[in-house]
T-cell receptor, first 114, second 113 residues
Framework: DAGVTQSPTHLIKTRGQQVTLRCSPK?????VSWYQQALGQGPQFIFQ???????QRGNFPDRFSGHQFPNYSSELNVNALLLGDSALYLC?????????????FGPGTRLLVL | QKEVEQDPGPLSVPEGAIVSLNCTYS??????FMWYRQYSRKGPELLMY????GNKEDGRFTAQVDKSSKYISLFIRDSQPSDSATYLC?????????????FGIGTKLQVIP
């Protein structure tokens, strides 16, 4: 089992650009959540996808959007990048409802906005 | 006031010491309590998972939850240099069949050989 995988591992962009990050969930998991972790901070919840729809969202602007595909993989898109978007972006997957476990995280994508 | 409060440290202990890490919270709806370990530049790794109040032990790790005090702890016995990492507490509530997880800021732990 490969666990949760994310790509790319590192990314450098400039202000105003757009970025797409990708995530493949752990085998058997159907729910994907995205988090932003700024340096020295805990992860902050961005949104969660289930059955290809955004199910819940944290306190992030509309510049942050996502998508989930039929195979449960997911993308995070950020438009009009700001310097403050520099962070580690984490994807976490969790199993179907009714299996009382918690989330498993991928290694993250480190985004630097210049 | 943040929903989850955690001392960022750093906390330095000698090898073999017992480590105590703690978090407090304000949201009474939290039901699931987790501890994650995060090595530098890596994603968080789930260590312990507890539902509601009580204790849970896994090898050298013991998690305690006191819902009446809104206080959770992680104890590490016989600490090793490989335990040096940032420890994140996290809490979630189950609403409508899904979880939303809130993290603490993380406590940086250094175990000195």
């Amino acid at each position: 089992d490969a666990g949760v995988t994310q790509s790319p591992t590192h990314l450098i962009k400039t202000r105003g650009q757009q970025v797409t990050l990708r995530c493949s969930p752990k085998s058997g998991h159907d729910t994907v959540s995205w988090y932003q972790q700024a340096l020295g901070q805990g992860p902050q919840f961005i949104f969660q996808y289930y059955e290809e729809e955004e199910r819940q969202r944290g306190n992030f602007p509309d510049r942050f959007s996502g998508h989930q595909f039929p195979n449960y993989s997911s993308e995070l898109n950020v438009n009009a990048l700001l310097l403050g978007d520099s962070a580690l972006y984490l994807c976490a997957s969790s199993p179907p409802v009714g299996v009382m476990e918690t989330q498993y995280f991928g290694p993250g994508t480190r985004l630097l906005v210049l | 006031q943040k929903e989850v409060e955690q001392d960022p440290g750093p906390l330095s202990v000698p090898e073999g010491a017992i480590v105590s890490l703690n978090c407090t919270y304000s949201n009474s709806a939290f039901q699931y309590f987790m501890w994650y370990r995060q090595y530098s530049r890596k994603g968080p790794e789930l260590l312990m998972y507890t539902y509601s109040s009580g204790n849970k032990e896994d090898g050298r790790f013991t998690a305690q939850v006191d819902k009446s005090s809104k206080y959770i702890s992680l104890f590490i016995r016989d600490s090793q240099p490989s335990d040096s990492a940032t420890y994140l507490c996290a809490m979630s509530s189950n609403s409508g069949g899904y979880q939303k997880v809130t993290f603490g800021i993380g406590t940086k732990l250094q175990v000195i050989p």
